[in-house]
């Protein structure tokens, strides 16, 4: 729609002899270069879905009591630790970049030609990372599950591939920097659109959240190579959780960016006040990664007063999500009354809910209510030891990541893609979504709060079924484990549904434009430019690591225990 001023100094600059065509396309808003970049990241995406789902379903029909054996001798460790990594390595992690280069494409007018061929190498890097460990999990090598703690050791190529990944993630957080810096001094006093904005929260978070990790990988792979006899299990679990942690956070905040400035698109109406949605990413960027001790706080060795100072750190991270729930409702009650609505509930019915772009979101922000509150629960020391290691925490994470996010993700997909593949979202589609969309949340819902219920009771999460020597307690467990396989089926379905209307809107849908549905700010809002000063957030970032790290990771290394050697325990 908007050929913006960068637009064109931007196709000055990188080429004069430009097809027709091609300058059609820029006119029309989607670049052809940077949608193949975002439409790869999409089918990258969809495809680790496809295989994480297929393992998704073989556990819980082992967890059932269905299915003794697995097919092709799978054991039922691997097909965890493929799982975990499938979804939460290689799904969301590719969702997000692909979206937010789109995102960064659209609303600063393109792409460098230096930042897609960066994103395309990280794209390489990152395949061959993945294929490496993917190859290691199948070869029946590396069954240390996504969080691959040591003394569980792998073979040493599985986490040299995570090394590729890693530094792929890096190519692209770069990129983006580069992008962004490129637009700033072209505008200068200018806001950085907000997508944008957000995208450079995001690729902070990235960056700086896989530090952690890299040196985790860098202290593991002498070790597993017998370099070394010995590590030091609590940092390597310390530096993973302010990786693992952040990255949650970077899955959330993506799904954030959507609701505060796409839904009110969607919607009809203007997105929430500029400064405070800024303020908020600020919030998150600054407040992340410290909450990573959270999934620490059973662990040994971490002082009493030092596990206190967390878990007010963790329920930090609290406050903008409070404030996102308010800023969403805020949104849809504005919109609904200027739409009409009224009455104190009554506005509700303004709101377009056989529109699968909205209404997949929608669910997706009510089921963080519980989800939230779930996490909370898990944050508090007392409470956290009755849930710790439970089927409680699978349905957490279930409802955090595999609704809130994952649903958010799934209506994004019913723009972006018929927006990158110059298509229309047909009926048909639509229709197909919302079903999709109803299935899920049965499927996810039921499967979840079975999963809470039997966590309760104390059944474990990550082990393969057992009646444990014909105990009565483990038998009571029983009925809620046929729920979660009745849960987990229907989501099969929902998620082949998910599948094959991606695969409408690549190849089938009718052609035409599909707008990038991004929000205006209310008339007269003024944002101070105080909220560009990322130098600012990244320091205040790097004082609240400092004060969270320091004392906790010197007692683990100077009063360190007898390190481990290796264990293969499959
Ligand atoms: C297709 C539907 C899905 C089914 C049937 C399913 C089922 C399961 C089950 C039964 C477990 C726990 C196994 C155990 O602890 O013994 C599990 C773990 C897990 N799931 Fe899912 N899941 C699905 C979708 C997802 C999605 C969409 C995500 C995230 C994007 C996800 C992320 C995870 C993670 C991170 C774990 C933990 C792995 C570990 O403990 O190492 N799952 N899943
Ligand atoms: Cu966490």
Known sequence: MEATVPQRQHQRATSKAQSLTEKANRALGVQPADALFSKTYMIGAFIALLIGGIFGLLQVLVRGGVIDTLPLNLNYYQVLTGHGVMMVVVFSTLFVIGYCYAGMSHTLGGLLPKVRKMAW???????????????????????????????????????????????????????????????????????????????????????????????????????????????????????????????????YMTAVSAWYVIIPKIIGGKRFNDTITRVMIVMLVILNITGGFHHQIVDPGISESVKFMHVFMSLAIGFPSLMTAYAMFSVFEKTARRL???????????????????????????????????????????????????????????????????????GITYWLIPHLTKRK?????????????????????????????????????????????????????????????????????????????????????PKGETEFPIAETEAGEATPYWTERWGLWIVLMIVVVTMAYIIPLTDFIVNAPPGSPTFRTW
């Open 121 to 251: 190498i990280g794209f390489g890097l990152k395949v061959v990372g993945v294929a490496m460990a993917s190859v290691a999990i199948l070869a029946g090598d590396a069954s240390v599950m996504y969080t691959f703690y040591p003394p569980m050791a792998a073979v040493p190529y599985f986490y040299i591939g995570l090394v590729f990944a890693v530094l792929g993630i890096w190519m692209c957080a770069f990129g983006a920097f580069i992008n962004v810096a490129h637009w700033r001094k072209a505008h200068p006093g200018q806001r950085v659109p907000i997508l944008s904005y957000f995208a450079t929260g995001i690729f902070v978070l990235m960056f700086f959240g896989s530090l952690p990790v890299a040196i985790e990988v860098f202290m593991i792979i002498p070790w597993s190579l017998g370099w070394v006899d010995t590590i030091n299990v609590m940092v390597s679990r310390t530096l993973f959780w302010a990786f693992g942690h952040t990255y949650v956070n970077i899955w």
């Open 340 to 410: 009409g609505g009224k009455g104190i509930v009554g506005w509700y019915k303004k709101m377009p809910w056989k529109d699968v772009r909205f209404l997949s979101p929608f669910i997706a922000m009510v089921a963080f209510i519980p989800a939230g509150a779930g996490g909370i629960v898990q944050s508090t020391n007392q409470l956290d030891q009755v849930v710790h290691n439970t089927l409680w925490i699978t349905g957490h994470f279930h409802l955090t990541l595999g609704m809130t996010v994952v649903m958010t993700f799934f």
């Open 425 to 509: 979202l047909t009926p048909f589609v639509n229709r197909l979504g919302l079903i999709q969309t109803a299935l899920w949340t049965v499927g996810m819902s039921i499967m979840a709060i079975s999963m809470h219920v039997v966590g309760l009771f104390g059944a474990p999460r990550r082990t393969a079924f057992s009646d444990y020597g014909g105990s009565l307690t483990a038998a009571a467990w029983d009925p809620y484990l046929m729920l979660v396989v009745i849960g987990g089926s229907i989501l099969v379905v929902a998620g082949v549904l998910q599948l094959y209307a991606v695969y409408h809107m690549f190849f089938r849908s």
